[in-house]
């Protein structure tokens, strides 16, 4: 694996051995002296909370240095191009580049423009794999083997890149998976990626993860729900949508009273917090497969 800018670029074999490394990361607590020396550049040019900050985590304890640069109060601020800030920052010789950016195709373009093995770590509504990743890998540790198991992705799926990069992966291990929520919210022939559609909330019923999504309001440039209040009452997963034994995901942020009751966010079967978790030893397993010395894949490549 040179870049990961898209779930398309993995096969299932990909996905088995980045999960497997990921779970032998989980439980070291101590530093590892794997990517001593390498430079992990992350570039931010849209908000972030959990992939900012567990990406960073991940570095540091593969005692990579990191560098971090935010949209805000830098030279972007100025109206420097994606293309110029990467040529720059190219001087520095990263070895891998985190990139969030709010156009789709931005971690082509900094692959292009740089040496870096390149992360995509969300580009506008296409792609965000490595929160795809460690959602397998939270659902897997709570329910083993995904094959055959089903899956219902509620909420606003046409802005979301979470969801492209969901049902691909959930499709690559054999699970079955249905998007619900308004119809103005399902993108037409969406279920051409390997999933069904659903309309009413109901459809959430027989799926053994419910996995929810935030309204995306700063994508929206017209409404596509009369209001939020109605959104909650037709669509919000609520504790009486909700069977025991059901296991609730949802990527963060959260809008409690909107797409998710807080009740249900906070529940026994809330994997929610899980998910933060995961996310470090998830994407210390991705840069560790992109980068390490000892990366099987790696190894590979040089006998080749
Ligand atoms: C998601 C994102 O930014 O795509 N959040 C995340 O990375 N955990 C989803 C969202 O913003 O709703």
Known sequence: MRHLLSIADLDRDDVERILETAEALQ??????????????????FESSTRTSSSFELAAKRLSADVMSLKAAGSSVDK???????VLTLAQ????AIVVRHPQIGAPQLVARY??????NAGDGKHQHPTQALLDLFTMRQALGDLEG??????????????ARSLIQALALVGAH????????????????????????????????VIYVLRMQRERM???FVPSLREYAARWGVTPARVRPGQKVMHPGPINRGV????????????????????GVAVRMAVLHDLLAADSPVRERTAVA
């Open 79 to 85: 109206g420097e191009s994606l293309k110029d800030t």
């Open 259 to 278: 797409e998710i009751d807080g009740r249900v966010a906070d529940s026994p079967d809330s994997l929610i917090l899980e998910q933060v978790r995961s």
């Open 27 to 44: 439980g070291v607590d101590e530093k590892l002296p794997t990517l001593q020396g390498k430079l992990v550049l992350s570039l931010f």
């Open 149 to 162: 198991r089903r899956v219902a992705i509620v909420g606003d799926v046409l802005h979301s890149r979470v």
């Open 177 to 208: 998976t249905t998007l619900v929520g308004p119809p103005t919210l399902i993108p037409r022939g969406i279920e051409a990626m390997g999933c069904e559609t659903a309309t009413e909330i109901g459809a959430i019923g027989d799926a053994d």
């Open 221 to 223: 440039e017209s409404a």
């Open 114 to 119: 740089s040496n870096a093995a390149v992360v």
């Open 92 to 95: 520095y010789d990263p070895h």
